[in-house]
């Protein structure tokens, strides 16, 4: 089960995450970044499952730069609030705390860099800026207003084909500026279909993606395990 932990950033902040290690043989690590409520315990979850395939996930706390236990609620009033806790983080700050889990991830081999909606698009700029095996994002909400930013690792995107934060449009926008990024469209699937603890949560969706999100990572890091010849 998911324990909360503390790590330190390079700027001497110190932050919650939670973290869950496999219970037997560790196949390498992944940061999960969260979405606009802050650390939820669906994140903690999502941290277990990875956990459960042989991941050491790490989660951490962004809020805690703005205030110590930042959750906020499911619903529009949640989703404006945690926008704007999101905004008055610095690039700088959300790198310096991602690069804080990374550290905390060393010993466990190869590391992947994942998120949800708002905590997805920052996934992608770390990936941009950060060297990681892999990248998973799950309805990154602004990636296709950062497509001057290119994760430097292979990436798979999934998105609900009903998501009312992301158009059609919007997901045109990353096919064309992104050809190599392998991306999954839900048909029916809302914004955050993932997630049980919401109403856009669906079932048959959610265990599809995960799915296909454990094989890219195990496969991405596979790939980059081989040696050359």
Known sequence: MAQLISLRANDDHVLTAWSSAPPRDCNGG????HAVYGLTNHIGDVCDKWA???FHAIAPALFDRLNRNIVHPYGRAGADAGTASYN???R???LSDIAACRDALAASGLVAMSGFCTGGSWSWTAAAHMRFSALVVFYGSHIHQRLGEQPLCPAQLHYGSSDHVVSRGDLSLIKDACPSVEM?????AGH???N???EFFDASSSAIAWGRAVEFVARSFASERRPFI
């Open 30 to 33: 992944i940061i999960v970044l």
């Open 52 to 54: 459960a395939s042989g």
């Open 88 to 90: 008055k983080l610095t």
């Open 92 to 94: 700088q700050q959300l």
């Open 184 to 188: 999954h469209l839900y048909d029916g």
């Open 192 to 194: 955050a279909f993932m």
């Open 196 to 198: 049980p603890e919401q």
